[in-house]
């Protein structure tokens, strides 16, 4: 079974519509951010990235928000398909090498 | 282009056994790392390497020895297996610091 999710805070979203997904990081001095997508038996994908002289950023389908104030990060999926059903989690990169990612939040999708 | 590969995918150890988990990339990536997946937690940082024949410590290395002769390869050595160190591992890779990591698909490593 998948033994990664167990724990975890669960999102769960009606097919078609929004998600919103948040996470908290601890340092003011990080200046990259970095969600990742994780399907069950498999390793982290890269979804979006951010840099901290940034606020928002967009791709498709997905958009990340940085409020550096707060230390919050958010990553906001549109229209969301079975498909998104996953463990999403985000990283924040301090200084040279350092990434620290957070625990992550199950995405469950409703038919 | 396979990107970062990982073997095995699967194993089982008694403790006290020692094995290696493979790592290899294909991008000709400078940074590598290795990471531990545990249920309710992030990924931890186990090892890293910053380039050929540089490697350093992360957030919870003990237990394990890591080396980088070649820049595709970093290998991850258990030298005597204890079965807290069952767990999720999985090696990454990035072409410079600060940049996304690329991650294989993961070992599960069962200690009994």
């Known amino acids: 079974g998948e033994s990664v999710g167990l724990h975890l805070p669960t999102l769960s979203v009606q097919e078609g519509d929004n998600s919103i997904i948040n996470c908290a990081y601890s340092?003011?001095?990080?200046?990259?951010f970095i969600w990742y997508k994780q399907e069950s038996g498999k390793g982290p994908q890269f979804i979006i990235d951010i840099r901290s002289n940034m606020d928002k950023r967009q791709g498709q389908r997905v958009t990340v928000l940085l409020n550096k104030t707060v230390k919050h990060l958010s990553l906001q999926i549109a229209a969301t398909q079975p498909g998104d059903s996953a463990v999403y989690f985000c990283a924040e990169v301090q200084g040279t090498y350092k990434y620290i990612f957070g625990t992550g939040t199950r995405l469950k999708v409703l038919a | 282009n396979a990107g970062v590969t990982q073997t095995p995918k699967f194993q089982v150890l008694k403790t006290g056994q020692s094995m290696t988990l493979q790592c290899a990339q294909d991008?000709?990536?400078?940074?590598m790392s290795w990471y531990r997946q545990d249920p309710g937690m992030g990924l931890r940082l186990i090892h890293y390497?910053?380039?050929?024949?540089?490697?350093d410590q992360g957030e919870v290395p003990n237990g394990y020895n890591v080396s980088r002769s070649t820049t595709e390869d970093f290998p991850l050595r258990l030298l005597s297996a204890a079965p807290s160190q069952t767990s999720v591992y999985f090696c990454?890779?990035?072409?410079?610091?600060?940049?996304?990591?690329?991650f294989g698909q993961g070992t599960r490593l069962t200690v009994v």
């Open positions: 990454a890779s990035s072409y410079r610091s600060g940049a996304e990591a690329f």
């Open positions: 991008m000709n990536h400078e940074y």
């Open positions: 340092n003011s001095a990080s200046d990259y």
């Open positions: 390497s910053v380039g050929a024949g540089i490697t």
